[in-house]
């Protein structure tokens, strides 16, 4: 049993990743929609939120606006909204679909006075339309909110690595023992 596990662990660790934000900006620029809603970050910490007017390629830069219009290399990092319409309908046809399942199943058991359900059928039909209409409510009700979703984050360098200056950040960590 611990063979299977440490064979599955080490699966996982040899599966490439897609690690949010680590796509060049160029390429997250292309598969951006005129009209759709970023929000950028500049290099010095400015904020600029708003539909995209015009995308373009290389270093000429981003326009949210007549007003707003950022080069790529002042581009700190790039988010986009999206909608929770999906995760909503989802959970809200988990949520509705495994409900109905179990108030149909103790229905059709008692209405056959604890033997059993005899017609399947029937918790299967309500089961779903259950779950479609949870479905619905959910679409519904995560369409009322959005989450801002990283695409494109500047490449940091590390604290621990030599600077540009040439200098050093060391750590070190005293542990008191009694």
């Not at 759709?36 to 007017?53: A, F, M, N, W, Y």
């Not at 581009?75 to 909608?83: N, T, V």
């Not at 339309?129 to 679409?139: D, E, P, S, T």
């Amino acid at each position: 049993m611990q063979f299977l596990g440490l064979l599955s662990a080490t699966a996982l660790t040899l599966l490439p990743v897609r690690l949010l934000g680590q796509d060049s900006l160029p390429r997250q620029l292309e598969q951006l929609k005129p009209a759709q809603r970023v929000r950028l970050v500049t290099v010095d910490g400015q904020r600029s939120e708003g539909p995209i007017r015009a995308s373009v390629t290389g270093e000429a830069g981003l326009r949210l606006s007549a007003a707003t219009s950022l080069p790529l290399s002042a581009i700190d990092s790039l988010w986009r909204r999206h909608s929770n319409t999906g995760r909503g309908a989802a959970l809200g046809a988990l949520l509705f679909g495994a409900t109905t399942a179990l108030l149909s199943s103790k229905l059709c058991s008692s209405v056959n006075e604890g033997f059993g359900c005899e017609d399947a059928g029937i918790v299967v039909v309500l089961t779903v339309a259950g779950a479609a209409v949870g479905a619905g409510v959910g679409a519904l009700i995560g369409s009322g909110s959005a989450h801002w979703q990283l695409l494109y984050a500047r490449p940091r360098e590390s604290a621990l690595g030599p600077r540009r200056d040439g200098s050093r950040l060391l750590l070190g960590l005293r542990l008191p023992f009694p």
